[in-house]
Structure formats: C-alpha cells, structure tokens
C-alpha cells in the first residue's frame, strides 16, 4: 500500500513550507518598499488622549464581541456592529442608533410593527433588531420572508421571538410607501 504524502510533500510542484517562504518574503519586500513619495499615508493618532468629535445619538453595549447585533447601528445608512468599530474610525460619518430611527411619540413603521406584533419580549436584542430592520427595508423594501431571515441572521434574541420579528419587519414593509405601492 503506498503511503499517503505528508503535509510537507508537494502537490503540483509547490509545497506548504515554499509557499509560507515565498509569501513571507513577499510581505517583508512589500513593507520596505513604503508610500509613494508626496502620498497622504494614514492619520495616526495617540499614543496619548486624543479627542474625537462623532455625531451619534445614543448607544448601548452588550455583548462587546459582535456577536449578538444588539449594538446594530447604520453608519452612513449601512448596518454596523458598533462594538467592532473603533471610534476614531467613525469621525466624519452619520451614526443612526435605534433612538434616531423614531421617537415613543412619532414611530417609525418598523419600531410601530413591532409594537403591533409583540415583536419583542425583554427587549435587550429589540434596538439592533429595529436598525437592521430600518436598513434591510431600505435595502429592499418588499422582502419576502426568507430575505427578512437572511437579513437578520447577524441578531440574536435570547427569547426566541424570531417569528414575531419576521412578521413585524413584513408587516412595516407592507406599511412603508414605496414609490408605485399604495400603503
């Protein structure tokens, strides 16, 4: 019986050990090399306190892993993890949290449908459920049901209301005027 190749063998002439060498070299050469002469190279700031001026409305952390969508925010109108990002890469764009999409008093049709389907139960997942929703039907606003799923596959609810979320976000883009749709 012939003995199988071990990790080092190679196939098609190259083996794991060359190419790690090749690459290496490549990225030390890459690095020496620098920026153009005259090219804008990335702000540094620190190693000491630097300010930051940010336009936000309000935000809350939860898992601090990215692994909920609890803390889902639009940056520039697209969906975020705002625990992921460092604050210094935020300066000059527009940060919509959950309070920034509508008020107790004037709801957005998304916050209103899941009032109206019970679309949350302790409301921890809730804020990142209504952002992800708000971009999603920004995005597409007749989604069916498994573009809803897929769209919001990032967000956990640890009360496990996902049918009621799903129905809430159909329930909005039903709600919400699109240009040729009646309401």
Do not use: W
């Amino acid at each position: 019986m012939a003995k199988p190749p071990d990790d080092d063998s190679p196939v098609s002439g190259v083996s794991r050990r060359t190419f790690l060498k090749t690459a290496g070299v490549g990225a030390a050469a890459t690095s020496l090399i620098g920026a153009a002469p005259g090219a804008a190279g990335p702000t540094v700031l620190g190693p000491d306190a630097v300010p930051l001026a940010l336009k936000i409305n309000g935000a809350k952390e939860i898992c601090d892993r990215g692994s909920c969508g609890g803390c889902t925010v639009l940056l520039d109108g697209k969906p975020i993890a705002s625990c992921l990002m460092l604050a210094a890469d935020a300066v000059g764009h527009d940060i919509t949290t959950v309070e920034g999409i509508g008020t107790p008093e004037k709801m957005s049709p998304v916050q209103a449908a899941f009032v109206e389907a019970d679309a949350l139960q302790c409301g921890f997942c809730t804020p990142g459920f209504v952002v992800a929703s708000t971009a999603l039907l920004r995005q597409n606003p007749s989604p069916t049901l498994e573009q809803v799923k897929d769209g919001l596959a990032g967000n956990i609810c640890r009360c496990g209301t996902y049918s009621r979320v799903f129905e809430a976000v159909l329930k909005a883009a039903k709600a919400t005027p699109v240009a040729g749709r009646k309401a």
